[in-house]
């Protein structure tokens, strides 16, 4: 399973940022995982952002509650994040991972991209 | 700052061992035993090292080993490597609304 961020490395403050990540040697439709995003603030450390099923079905950190969006695509075989509202604290890597949703055989992130940096800046 | 405390670097010379440790709290490491720890090299996507305390993912070296004591776990990398130069995340599941929280990473330097 291989996955892959893109998208905008600029992001004019108070826009909205959009991300997609291709998921590739896997079939996200075939279900039984949760795809999760997370970011890494410059110099800090990560920050899970929220995950999604398949079905569409998702869970998002409070902290970003309300700004946050995740979508799926089955047909792509793809996954999106947007986060509207951005300021300068959003600016940070961001990477998405299988993995999110903990039941007893399964409670970690088993692939991840290589990330994504996005800069909010105008 | 993040929720997990991590050791900003440890380095060591080849073949020595080195552990890392990751310090949460009663709500996160010191309640579930869903810790687990992530290599990254820069500009390469992240890689599941140890899950669960304690497992490794197939393919992963015997030289990567974890343990917990309390509320803080320990990476241990023996027989170093020069490719073990990365930086490390530990990372824990809360059961909270935020679900899951991170170290802010240790870079491994091989001297």
């Known amino acids: 399973v291989q996955l892959q961020e893109s998208g905008p490395g600029l992001v004019q403050p108070s826009q909205t940022l959009s991300l997609s990540c291709t998921v590739s040697?896997?079939?996200?439709?075939?279900?039984?995982?949760?795809w999760s995003w997370i970011r890494r603030h410059p110099g800090k450390g990560l920050e899970w952002i929220g995950y999604i099923y398949y079905t569409g079905s998702t869970n998002y950190n409070p902290s970003l509650r309300g700004r946050v969006t995740m979508s799926v695509d089955t047909s792509k075989n793809q996954l999106s994040l947007e986060l509207n509202s951005v300021t300068a604290a959003d600016t940070a890597v961001y990477f998405c991972?299988?993995?999110?949703?903990?039941?007893?055989?399964?409670?970690?992130?088993?692939?991840w991209g290589p990330g994504s940096l996005v800069t909010v800046s105008s | 700052q993040s929720a997990l405390t991590q050791p900003a670097s440890v380095s060591g010379s080849p073949g020595q061992s080195i552990t890392i440790s990751c310090t949460g709290s009663s709500s996160d490491i010191g309640l579930y035993n869903y810790v687990s720890w992530y290599q990254e090299h820069p500009g390469k996507a992240p890689r599941l090292i140890i899950y669960e305390v304690t497992n490794r993912p197939s393919g992963i070296s015997d030289r990567f080993s974890g343990s917990k004591s309390g509320k803080t776990a320990y990476l241990t990398i023996s027989g170093l490597q020069a490719e073990d130069e990365a930086d490390y995340y530990c990372?824990?599941?809360?059961?909270?609304?935020?679900?899951?929280?991170f170290g802010g990473g240790t870079n491994v330097t091989v001297l």
């Open positions: 990372s824990s599941y809360t059961g909270s609304s935020t679900l899951w929280v």
């Open positions: 040697g896997g079939s996200i439709a075939s279900g039984g995982y949760y």
């Open positions: 991972a299988r993995g999110g949703y903990c039941t007893s055989v399964s409670c970690y992130f088993d692939y």
